[in-house]
């Protein structure tokens, strides 16, 4: 492929599922219980561009050269496609904002969107294929194959857009695919609801992108993340451009800059499941488990990590919305393990399992150093296999129980299904954060930035690092904010927003406090559920025969090939990947050549690659002791036995009922909104209608001409008219006249 | 094509529908089905007429520069000191408009295939009218020729409503027609001030509108006490007509009743084209001749388009008659359109000039598959219905395409317009004349971004009840993970009179041909909006330029 320009390349990546789609919609009939052709094929050969690409930029890069001394040099590679949508700005006199507005089609390559490229089509290879045994016999089985196919474009798409515009679009439109996949089963009203919501509130994130896009484009006159060379030959500085990220004031902070910044917090919010937007999450997972652990554990919900990753240089020029990223983010994390610990669907627990995991990847981000970015991606990446395969061992489990996926119907099924238990095992060994497992690595690494920001004096490296430059700029009312926390409180006179306060040592050491409990949780809450279901005596629903008209449970099986193939590479990966890119430091070098990441705000924290022994010995007791508490209560144990949430008292009631957050929501916006616009309708008939019908009844006269209007209304208006109009010639004329 | 101008090929077009409702007539002996393959002809033949005389157009440089294409000026009383004539002619911003009018009288002739049995050849006729006055309108260029199709739209749907409407047809027809008819009186009368004030200054009494625009911007007409405030005054007269035709609110309540009551080929032909000449009659008259009235209305203006994007939306919401709600989501997406004008800034009008396409397409789809969906189940109670999806899948994707559309998904048309709109409200806020607007306006944009969420939330909800959930079939077999639910498959929803066979349930022909190129051009504006941006833009630019002018600079 050495021939093929990297652009061709890059483009292919996401159009061969759009292709596959395509093909499946107008095949799909014929093909019947081979729809899924298409879609694997597409999948395939896009994933092997991917990994094509990310070779050639690792090359690009250098990974693997000699050293890790040098600053690294900014690697992106854009691609235009078409103008989408363009206007000028004509108005040249006393127009305040000179803005063109100027959307390209524009695509990138750069190590970021090439690692999650590789991620997107590699779990949506595994997953699709997996699904050629889950979904079989399905009626809707080749809309399934156009659904996956359409998401795998649409997020390779939002991740290699190289405009605020273009990633709006796309964001829009993995969601839009979500929707369709959890509402999969539209005849499930439980999943058509859930699939109402997952769009619903996501949109109110989405309005945080929106405002986000307009007030970019406000500030900084487009919305571009690439310099653009214009048509006079002079260079419009993208927003992540390389123009920009070389000038140490090329980012706004103070109130603008914190605004754009939240908004964008509530985007990622919104798509990544966090407080207070995380409520769509575990209803999602009405959809089909395929569905599930690709779109809302691997993929799509990482997309707001993505997003703050991208926008790493907006969000480190102010340090109180960054500081909101990480308080978010632990946060998250904690409430859902706290939830996750007395769930007892196999796949609620992995959603909240979901959603804590992607806290500790916000939480990391918002440490704003190079570490922290670097440690959320590696999380990313290694949580994508993890999580990719716990969810579908949960569906193999499904698959084999008839369906019943409540953790207390079933037990002992490692006898059963051997395969499944010892993936499962892998992943949950992985979620865990137990060496030398995945989760371990990348977890470490997130407890890693959290402690540098918590107790600067123990990772001095990093202080040394922080530039005499690094102030935002000022535009317009806008104030000097520096860019680094530390250098802000030096600077003094800088007036930043309220939430720069928020910026303390001592938050950052209560976060990472938080987290290391959310550990122990994680760990508690994954082998609560692997003992419940793979220990004890052997238990199947009677629903598990259903399928194949034999006794009541006699049908319980491992899984076909086809579905456990997928979870045996999975958990390879899960097993090996965390210590093969850690130990080679590859992930960490390779995401550093990011642009984002070579602002000198960003890459001036860069440390040398170290690992912890004191956090990974203080993790791994967490973790043990999560483990330890699980086995006391659960391991060997009947699962519809009594629950270790008995001793939790009141507190079990709030964790079971999530916290209240739905019905908060329902109290405090659903229902209050819906007697607005019932008194809207009310007034709409009554008051405004009702005047519109008493004006038209108050001159008898025109009472009159509704009661004739049946009787020729029309003509004599006609003729009124002409006559009207012959009289105010005649007027003129007569003026003229005289 | 020598032989064949761009004026006697726009000419031909205008009166290719007042020849089809000749035949037409004339063919009402044959009974039903020659009427309506007549119709059906005719709709075709102008709608090819019209692509062909838009690709002509796009062609033309001096077209796409702004000059006016096709023009076609007959004299009518040129002596002394008048100098009237009816000129045609079409510009970028009529082009649009003219191509969307062919293309839904297409729509609006195959939705009525099955539907529209009683008396055939008077409803075929007056939609075919009906198509003339709605291409004439777009394409007049004088005052008069103007005036007369904009009120001459009225009747044919005066008459469509009342006599093929639903069962309270009559009130809704007089309603509809007093309501916009007094209102344009007052257009009327305000039109007329602008010909006579310019013929006291020129001496000419004439009626051409593009020299009526270039006359004022010599003359404005006074805007200030001493001149009695005469621009605001003529600019309050010609809103008079504009605002109820658009509607803006609360000057709507005629829309949801006519929809409601319309056939389904009406609806179409109401929400995707008539509800535009409101907006057409603001960009083409008081923007351009009455800019510093616009400026000082505009935020007023765009104060009530933010309301009736709310609003809609709220009313929307709880809505039983599915009709009904895409009316009032009509007046919701108006109410973007409106405040992208009068935001006055190049991003948000063009982007409202867009807008005015994007909504006459998913506006029309959507109400011609509300029409579909009625004639299969002969309810439009949201209650009654449900689980359509799993009887009519193919009539569940296009809704589901124009649902999308309508609520602003990206890669459709309807998120091009308004994010345009919506980034163009933010420029407004920062370019603000005053601290105090600049907050208003800002909050205003901040509200109307709110508006989208809450778009999709009424949408999608029907579509939740609508499509999705239960049917009084038995459950079919789901697949693994349906199977622990099945036990609540079933008791949901019930829809009354399930009288079409099951096999006969999804689209026909006819259906598809009337959704297929609405669903083509959904897709094609979305994916690339530029096509349809560039040669609108200059007509537009002139058009806006002198109130966006005024609204920028500096007031102490």
């Known amino acids: 492929m050495q021939d093929i320009a990297p652009s061709t390349l890059l483009v292919l990546v996401p159009l061969l599922p759009l292709v596959a789609a395509i093909l499946t919609v107008a095949l799909g009939r014929t093909l019947g219980s081979r729809a899924h052709l298409p879609a694997i094929a597409g999948i395939a050969a896009s994933a092997a561009v991917a990994i094509t690409l990310l070779v050639g930029m690792a090359r690009e890069v250098g990974v693997g050269g000699s050293g890790h001394d040098q600053p690294a040099r900014p690697v992106e590679m854009v691609t235009t496609l078409w103008e989408w949508a363009s206007v000028p700005d004509a108005q040249a006199a006393g127009v305040a904002t000179a803005t063109n507005l100027s959307i390209p089609v524009a695509l990138r390559l750069d190590p970021l969107t090439s690692t999650l490229l590789v991620i997107i089509t590699c779990v949506g290879l595994l997953v699709a294929v997996y699904s050629i045994g889950y979904m079989h016999g399905d009626p809707g089985y080749p809309r399934f194959f156009v659904l996956v196919s359409m998401f795998v474009f649409s997020m390779t798409m939002l991740v290699a857009a190289s405009n605020f515009l273009l990633v709006y679009v796309f964001w829009e439109a993995v969601g839009a695919c979500s929707y369709l996949l959890i509402g999969f089963w539209f005849t499930k009203p439980e999943a058509a609801k859930a699939a109402k919501k997952a769009f619903l509130v996501n949109r109110v994130g989405d309005f945080g992108l929106a405002v986000a896009t307009f007030l970019l484009w406000m500030t900084y006159g487009t919305l571009n993340f690439h310099d653009t060379v214009l048509a006079d030959g002079t260079t419009m500085p993208g927003i992540l451009g390389v123009t920009r990220l070389a000038d140490a004031s090329g980012y706004v902070g103070g109130v603008v800059g914190t605004a754009i910044c939240l908004l964008l917090l509530l985007a990622a919010c919104g798509k990544s499941a966090q407080l207070p937007l995380h409520v769509w999450l575990p209803d999602a997972m009405e959809g089909p488990t395929p569905a599930s652990a690709l779109i809302h554990a691997a993929t799509m919900v990482t997309a707001g990590i993505y997003l703050v990753a991208r926008s790493a240089p907006l969000f480190v020029a102010c340090p109180g919305a960054l500081t909101m990223v990480s308080i978010v983010g632990a946060t998250t994390a904690l409430v859902a393990a706290l939830i996750g610990t007395v769930q007892n669907d196999l796949k609620r627990v992995l959603a909240y399992s979901t959603i804590s995991q992607l806290g500790y990847m916000f939480a990391s981000l918002g440490t704003g150093t190079l570490l922290g970015f670097t440690a959320a991606i590696f999380h990313l990446v290694t949580h994508a296999f993890f999580k990719a395969l716990l969810f579908l061992g949960a569906g193999s489990v499904m698959h084999s129980m008839g369906g019943v996926i409540d953790m207390r119907r079933f037990g002992g099924l490692r006898r059963i299904m051997p395969i499944t238990a010892a993936t499962f095992l892998i992943g949950s060994l992985a979620l865990a954060g137990v060496a030398p497992f995945a989760g371990f690595f990348s977890k470490d690494e997130i407890l890693a930035s959290l402690h540098s920001r918590g107790w600067p004096d123990a990772h001095g490296e990093h202080h040394e690092a922080v530039p005499a430059g690094g102030h935002a700029l000022t535009a317009g009312s806008f104030h000097l904010v520096s860019v680094t926390p530390d250098a802000g409180q030096l600077a003094g006179g800088g007036r930043g927003s309220q939430l720069d306060s928020l910026n303390h040592p001592s938050t950052w050491r209560l976060l990472f406090w938080m987290s290391l409990v959310t550990a122990g949780l994680t760990a508690f809450y994954t082998f609560r559920a692997v003992f419940m279901t793979f220990t004890g005596p052997t238990r199947v629903p009677e629903e598990a025969g259903r399928h194949s008209h034999g006794a009541a449970g006699s049908a319980a099986h491992e899984s076909p090939p086809v579905m456990t193939i997928p979870l045996v590479i999975l958990a390879v990966a899960s097993a090996m990947s965390g210590w093969l890119l850690f130990n080679s430091h590859a992930l960490a070098t390779f995401l550093a050549a990011t642009p984002s990441f070579t602002a000198p705000s960003v890459a001036s924290t860069a440390t040398p690659p170290a690992f912890h022994w004191d956090l990974a010995i203080q993790g791994s007791l967490a973790a043990a002791a999560g483990i330890v508490v699980a086995a006391l209560g659960h391991l060997g144990k009947r699962s519809d036995g009594p629950q270790m949430e008995r001793f939790l008292g009141p507190l079990e009631t709030l964790f079971a009922n999530r916290f209240y957050f739905d019905q908060i929501y329902a109290g405090l916006i659903v229902k209050p909104l819906e007697f607005v616009a019932t008194l809207s309708a009310v007034i709409d008939r009554y008051l405004i209608d009702g005047t519109v019908d008493l004006v038209a009844r108050l001159p008898f006269a025109l009472g009159a001409v509704v009661r004739h209007l049946q009787s020729g209304l029309v003509q004599r208006y006609a003729l009124a008219g002409v006559i009207g109009m012959l009289l105010i010639v005649l007027a003129l004329v007569a003026r003229a006249m005289g | ?556």
Request: glycine share 10%.
């Open chain 2, 1 to 556: 094509m020598n032989g064949f101008s761009p004026s006697s090929h726009l000419l031909l077009t205008i009166a290719a529908p007042l020849v089809g409702a000749v035949v037409a007539w004339a063919l009402g002996s044959r009974g039903v089905s020659a009427v309506r393959q007549s119709a059906a002809v005719s709709a075709v033949v102008t709608l090819g007429l019209a692509g062909w005389l838009i690709v002509r157009f796009l062609g033309d440089a001096a077209a796409v520069s702004g000059l006016p294409f096709a023009l076609v000026e007959m004299p009518w009383l040129t002596e002394g000191i008048f100098d009237v004539k009816l000129s045609l002619g079409l510009d970028g911003l009529s082009l649009w408009m003219f191509g969307l009018a062919a293309l839904l009288s297409v729509t609006a002739v195959f939705v009525s295939w099955d539907a529209v049995k009683d008396r055939p050849v008077g409803f075929y006729v007056l939609l075919l009218v009906l198509e003339a006055a709605m291409l004439g309108v777009f394409a007049a260029r004088d005052v008069i020729l103007f005036y007369t199709c904009f009120e001459f739209t009225l009747v044919p749907l005066f008459f469509l409503i009342g006599i093929w409407g639903h069962d309270d047809r009559r009130r809704a027809a007089a309603k509809f027609f007093i309501y916009t008819l007094t209102g344009s009186v007052f257009t009327f009368l305000g039109l007329l001030a602008i010909v006579l004030w310019n013929a006291s200054h020129s001496g000419t009494v004439t009626f051409d509108i593009e020299t009526l625009t270039d006359a004022m911007k010599i003359n404005p007409m006074p805007m200030s006490a001493e001149g009695g405030w005469l621009q605001m005054i003529v600019f309050l007269a010609l809103l008079a007509g504009f605002a109820v035709k658009v509607p803006i609110v609360p000057f709507h309540t005629w829309l949801p009743l006519a929809h409601v009551e319309a056939p389904t080929g009406g609806s179409v032909d109401l929400a995707g084209v008539l509800l535009k000449l409101g907006i057409y009659g603001f960009l083409r008259f008081s923007l351009p001749m009455l800019p510093e009235a616009t400026a000082v209305a505009a935020p007023w203006l765009f104060g009530l388009g933010v309301t009736g994007i709310i609003y809609g939306a709220l009313v929307a919401l709880v809505q039983t008659d599915l009709k009904r709600l895409i009316a009032y989501s009509s007046v919701s997406h108006m109410g973007y359109i409106v405040m992208g004008l009068f935001a006055l800034t190049p991003v948000a009008t063009e982007g409202a000039n867009l807008q005015l396409i994007n909504h006459g397409i998913s506006s029309a789809g959507l109400f011609a598959l509300v029409g579909m969906i009625y004639e299969r189940f002969h309810t439009r109670n949201i209650a009654s219905l449900g689980g359509i999806a799993s009887k009519a899948p193919w009539l569940t994707v296009m809704f589901m395409l124009f649902t999308f559309s309508s609520i602003g998904l990206p890669g459709l048309n309807g998120f091009v317009g308004e994010f345009m709109i919506l980034a163009g409200s933010f420029q407004r806020a920062w370019s603000g004349v005053s601290p105090v607007w600049q907050t208003a306006y800002l909050a205003m944009s901040l509200l109307a971004v709110v508006g989208v969420v809450l778009g999709a939330w009424y949408m999608l909800w029907a579509v939740e009840r609508v499509f999705f959930g239960g049917s009084r079939e038995p459950p079919r077999d789901h697949g693994h993970d349906a199977a622990a639910s099945h036990a609540t498959t079933g008791s949901h929803g019930s829809h009354g009179g399930h009288a079409v066979p099951h096999d006969r349930c999804d689209l026909r022909w006819h259906e598809l041909a009337a959704l297929l190129p609405l669903a083509v051009f959904a897709i094609w504006i979305g994916l690339a909006p530029a096509t349809f941006l560039r040669p609108a833009f200059a007509a537009r630019m002139r058009l806006t330029d002198p109130a966006a002018q005024v609204a920028q600079a500096p007031t102490p």
